[in-house]
Each structure stands twice: as structure tokens, then as C-alpha cells.
């Protein structure tokens, strides 16, 4: 069975770090890019940041490059987001999403991404 599951989510504090994880199941990350979104409260879904199989990152703005830190590990079949200095505007449900290829979709569209996570909350309050 084809599943993504993320965990690592929780309540911290603003400065306070995270890392969400991806597992990933029913099928080899190998031939997958792997892109991180986010929704906030009342707010659209966004991409956060992607890698390609081959390890070439994107993230979807610059003012998030020194806080977030998506990596993988082949041999667990997962990826992982780090983020760093937590700000409560970080508050969001966080997903995780497959696209088949070699390399990040562009623009971080939704329809590019095969297969999706079901998300973990991420609070971000004092």
C-alpha cells in the first residue's frame, strides 16, 4: 500500500526548533523528488522546499533558505524538513508529496506531485 506519513509536528516555542519527518511506503523514494508544503490557517497551500533525487534543493522563497533544511535518506526511504528559529507565522499544517522525476517540479505545483501526506501540525506559540 502506497503511503506517506509525516510526524515530528508538535508545540514549541517561538525560536525553538523542529524536524518533521516522511516516511514513506509501498514505494522507493529513489525515483522521486520530494517537496514540502505548508498550510496556515486560513490560508492556500504553499511549497516550502523541495530535493531532487539527486540531492539539488529549491526552496520557494529566498527568506526561508537559512531557516528550513529539507534533506532524504535513500536508505530509510524518508526525507526530512528542519526549521529553525521558529516564528509563530511558521504555525501551519505541514505536508509532504512525492513527484516522480529526477527533479523538483516548477513553481511548486500542486498537480505536479504524485502522491501526498496527510500532514503534521505545527504550532508555533508562546
Known amino acids: 500500500q502506497l503511503r506517506i506519513v509525516e510526524s515530528g509536528g508538535g508545540l514549541v516555542q517561538p525560536g525553538g526548533s523542529l524536524r518533521l519527518s516522511c516516511a514513506v511506503t509501498?514505494?522507493?523514494?529513489?525515483?522521486?523528488?520530494i517537496g514540502w508544503f505548508r498550510q496556515a490557517p486560513g490560508k492556500e497551500r504553499e511549497g516550502v522546499s523541495c530535493?531532487?533525487?539527486?540531492?539539488?534543493?529549491?526552496n520557494s522563497a529566498d527568506s526561508l533558505k537559512g531557516r528550513f533544511t529539507i534533506s532524504r535518506d535513500k536508505a530509510k526511504n524518508t526525507a526530512y524538513l528542519q526549521i529553525d528559529v521558529l516564528k509563530p507565522e511558521d504555525t501551519a499544517v505541514y505536508y509532504c508529496?512525492?513527484?516522480?522525476?529526477?527533479?523538483?517540479?516548477?513553481?511548486?505545483?500542486?498537480?505536479?506531485?504524485?502522491?501526498w501526506g496527510q500532514g503534521t501540525q505545527v504550532t508555533v506559540s508562546s
Open positions: 508529496a512525492a513527484s516522480y522525476g529526477t527533479l523538483c517540479p516548477p513553481h511548486f505545483g500542486f498537480y505536479d506531485y504524485d502522491y
Open positions: 509501498g514505494f522507493s523514494l529513489d525515483n522521486y523528488a
Open positions: 530535493i531532487g533525487n539527486g540531492g539539488s534543493v529549491t
